[in-house]
C-alpha cells in the first residue's frame, strides 16, 4: 500500500514548504495531507497557500488560518509572557493584512477535520485536537487526557499539529501522531519536519518522521525584510 505523506504548521515559509513537497515527490508519495497553519509568523502567506492550491493537497484549517481568514483578531494562540504576545500580535497584524482576499475566502472553505483510509486503517486528521482547533496536545500531558480522547476516538490513527514537536505514542487503541512543523519546528532542530505513515505486511500502522533542510537564513532575510521582529527571526533559525 502507498505511503501517505503529512505536513503541518507551514506558517508562511515557501522555502521549507518547496523542499519537503520536493523529498515527497523524490519519494514518489503522490497523497499528500496538511493539518493546517499555513499562515502566520512566517513572511510569505500567500505564497504558500498558492502551493498547497496549485499542488492539489488536500488541507484542514489551523487556528491561525481561521484567525486570519475571519479576521478575529488573533490566532487563538496560548503566549507564555508578553514579549512573545508582542511578537505575536505583530505576527497576525502582519498577516491578516498580507493575504488577499480571494484567499482569505479559500481559507474559509477549509474543513476542520479530513477522515482517510489506509490499508484498511481509518485516520482522523485535526490540527490541535478532536475537541478544539487550538488544543495543545504536548507529549508531556496528563496521560489521562489522551485516554480520555482515545475513548472517544472512533479511528485507528488520530494525526495532528499545532504544537511543532513530532512524536507518536499509542494510548489505548489509537495511535496518536503529531506530523511536526514543516515552516517552523520548536523542538530544538531547523530543519523542516514531515511525517509518513506507511503500513506493514500485517496492516499496522509504521511512523516514519523526516526532517529537511533548507535555506534558513532565506527565510530569516524575508522575516526581517518584512519588517517582523528579530526575536522571530532568531526562532526560525534555532528551531524554536
Known sequence: MEPLAFISDLHANPSAVEAVLADIGVRGIERVFCLGDLVGYGPCPNEVIDLVREGGIASIAGNYDDGVAFERGGCGCYYPDEEARRIGDASYAFTV????????EWLRSLPRELRVTMAGLELHLVHGSPRRINEYLLKAR???????????????????????????????????????????????????????????????????????????????????????????????????
Open 97 to 104: 493584512a498580507a493575504v488577499t482576499p480571494a484567499r482569505k
Open 142 to 240: 496528563d496521560r489521562r487526557t489522551f485516554l480520555r480522547l482515545a475513548d472517544a476516538e472512533d479511528a485507528d490513527v488520530l494525526l495532528f499539529g499545532h504544537t511543532h514537536e513530532q512524536w507518536h505514542r499509542r494510548f489505548g487503541d489509537v495511535l496518536f501522531v503529531n506530523v511536526g512543523s514543516v515552516g517552523r519546528p520548536k523542538d530544538g532542530d531547523p530543519r523542516a519536519a514531515y511525517t509518513v505513515l506507511s503500513s506493514t505486511a500485517g496492516g499496522g500502522p509504521v511512523v516514519d518522521f523526516v526532517r529537511i533542510a533548507y535555506d534558513v537564513e532565506g527565510t530569516v532575510r524575508a522575516v526581517l525584510a518584512a519588517g517582523l521582529s528579530e526575536t522571530l527571526a532568531d526562532a526560525f533559525r534555532s528551531g524554536h
